[in-house]
C-alpha cells in the first residue's frame, strides 16, 4: 500500500473486553513498531518485530499486552481484559531493513474504554 | 533507564522568526536521531535525521547534534502559522533498532 495502515480509527469498549488493533505496514518494510500516546504524551514504546527474528517485547506494560505478527506483514496488538488507563492512541509505524532508523507511522487507533 | 528528554514547551514564535527547539539524551552510545513533527491528532511524521556532530540544513530546517554534551537541537527558519505542531525529538537507542521518543515540544507560531 501506499503507507502504513491501521483498524479500526476508533475503538471505544467497556472495561474488562478485550480488543484487537491491526497495522498493515508499508509493503516490503520488514520492522514495525506499536507505540502508545496518551492524551498530550510523547509516545511510549511497546514492541518491536524484525524481520523472522524474535520480537523486542520490553515495552509491554502488562502481560496483558501482546502482539503478533503474520508472515513479516500484518501485526495485531492485543490488549487483554481493558482497562480504563489503556485509553490512548495506538500508533503503529514501520521502516524498511535499509533505512531502518526511519520510520512512517499509520494514522494510530483512539482506543477509549470506558 | 535510557531516556529523551524536552521541554515540553509551549514554545511561542512570531511569525518570521527563528524557532529553536532543544532535546538531550542519556544513552551515550545513542547514534542516529530524528525530529518529527506531529500536529494536533494527526500521526507523527520525520522532519530530519542526523547522525554526524555539527550541522544539517534542509530548506529551512536546521538540525545541530553534539555528541559530546548529548544534545540534540532543530532550528526552523523564517517561521510559518503552519509550523505550529509539537515537534518529538527521538535516538535510536546504541546495540539495537528500539528507538526512544521524547515528550515532545509544542511550538505556537503567531502571525
Known amino acids: 500500500g501506499a503507507g502504513v495502515s491501521q483498524s479500526p480509527s476508533n475503538k471505544v469498549t467497556e472495561k474488562g473486553k478485550d480488543v484487537e488493533l491491526r497495522c498493515d505496514p508499508i509493503?516490503?518494510?520488514?520492522?514495525l513498531y506499536w507505540y502508545r500516546q496518551s492524551l498530550g504524551q510523547g509516545l511510549e514504546f511497546l514492541i518491536y518485530?524484525?524481520?523472522?527474528?524474535?520480537?523486542?517485547k520490553s515495552g509491554l506494560p502488562s502481560d496483558r499486552f501482546s502482539a503478533e505478527r503474520t508472515g513479516g506483514s500484518v501485526s495485531t496488538l492485543t490488549i487483554q481484559r481493558t482497562q480504563q488507563e489503556d485509553s490512548a492512541v495506538y500508533l503503529c509505524?514501520?521502516?524498511?531493513?535499509?533505512?531502518?532508523?526511519?520510520?512512517?507511522f499509520g494514522p494510530g487507533t483512539r482506543l477509549l474504554v470506558l | 533507564q535510557k531516556e529523551v528528554e524536552q521541554n515540553s514547551g509551549p514554545l511561542s514564535v512570531p511569525e518570521g522568526a527563528i524557532a529553536s527547539l532543544n532535546c538531550t539524551y542519556s544513552?551515550?552510545?545513542?547514534?542516529?536521531f530524528f525530529w518529527y513533527r506531529q500536529y494536533s491528532g494527526k500521526s507523527p511524521e520525520l522532519i530530519m535525521f542526523?547522525?554526524?556532530?555539527g550541522d544539517k540544513e534542509d530548506g529551512r530546517f536546521t538540525a545541530q547534534l553534539n555528541k559530546a554534551s548529548q544534545y540534540v537541537s532543530l532550528l526552523i527558519r523564517d517561521s510559518q502559522p503552519s509550523d505550529s505542531a509539537t515537534y518529538l525529538c527521538?535516538?535510536?537507542?546504541?546495540?539495537?533498532?528500539?528507538?526512544?521518543f521524547g515528550a515532545g515540544t509544542r511550538l505556537f507560531v503567531k502571525a
Open positions: 544513552d551515550r552510545g545513542s547514534q542516529s
Open positions: 518485530f524484525q524481520g523472522n527474528s524474535a520480537p523486542d
Open positions: 509505524a514501520s521502516s524498511s531493513t535499509r533505512a531502518q532508523e526511519t520510520q512512517y
Open positions: 527521538a535516538a535510536l537507542t546504541s546495540g539495537g533498532f528500539k528507538t526512544i
Open positions: 509493503s516490503g518494510h520488514t520492522a
Open positions: 542526523i547522525y554526524s556532530n
